[in-house]
């Protein structure tokens, strides 16, 4: 999970202020992950 934490940091940032709560966030980040 680290290894995610850091590759992904501020996607997990936008997460867990999100708290799935905003799905346009997922959506947009989706995009992004490609």
Do not use: A, M, P, T
């Amino acid at each position: 999970h680290q290894d995610y934490y850091k590759k992904n940091s501020i996607r997990y940032k936008v997460y867990r202020y999100g708290c799935g709560r905003d799905q346009r966030l997922e959506q947009l980040w989706g995009s992004v992950k490609r």
